[in-house]
């Protein structure tokens, strides 16, 4: 397939003129090196995004880049063997956003190390529509179960559960077989938490115990806030089970003590979805293809936009009105 010579892409740039990020027509040579070229179907909006696109978190560490951390489409040139002409591909962190340029371009330059081959059982759209999100949300699982959770310890909390990553928790959590308590500051949204597998929905005064020790109520969980709603999930885990962090939406603090790690045995678990290695990546899509397959991604896809729309989701997203997950089409 003949590549154009320029393309658009959604690029950001900090310099002598100051931190701005728009659309651009750029041609091949100016993206990032790689063995893989691919013409892009889709990206996705993730918190992170919203930072780098906006400037208000220091998340690129050079410039300029496209923006996007997510990206999936069809292969159109390659020098590893490994991948042909017409492949479907995806990739989610790896350094997109960051230190090499994103997936918010017609066209992405790819490293062949951190592609992955479309697992069978999920479509391009479906990819981007988990993209970041499911993948983090997936990986949290991932660890619980190798630090063995079990349904019988009890009901998962989700914390920002109207979020997308942790709506998409949500439902990977109870499509494995677990019983998923949905916490939320967004009580209009009780009634789609329920709809994509929440059995219970609660308010944030559930994480509101500021005691090192409360009665236990939960098996684990998956918090995406941090502060004080994280140290109150510990407070209430039961011995040995595990919690997950994968975001600070509220804070990067952390106010606890160590009485459920060592009275308990309560583990936390650190999600860090961006270098996780090849294996455990290719591992969690395939479970992302198959058994943990969300049931419900087109009612958690809440909008769909194209480039041009990013700057509005951006801002809605880091005032607080995230809700579902932002697909990204081009």
Known sequence: MTIPSAFKAFRIHDDDAGYRSGIEEIALEALAPGEIVIKTAHSSVNFKDALAGTGKGKILRTFPLVGGIDVAGHVVAS????????????ATGSGLSETRDGGYSEYARLESR????????????ESMILGTAGFTAALALFRMRENRQTPELGPLAVTGASGGVGSLAIDIFSRAGFEVHAISGKPEHADYLTSIG?????????????????????????????????ASLLAQTVPYGNVASAGLAATHDLPTTVMPFIIRGVSLLGVASAGTARDIREEVWRLLASDWKPRHLDRICTREVTLRQLPEVFDTMLAGGSFGRTLVTL
């Open 79 to 90: 020098t590893d063997k490994a991948f042909k002409e017409g492949d479907a591909v995806l």
């Open 198 to 230: 929440a059995h219970t929905v609660l308010g944030r005064d559930a994480l509101a115990t500021k005691r090192p020790m409360e009665t236990a109520r939960f098996g684990g969980g998956l918090d995406n806030v941090g502060g004080a709603m994280l």
């Open 114 to 125: 951190w592609a992955i081959p479309l697992p069978s059982g999920l479509s391009l759209r």
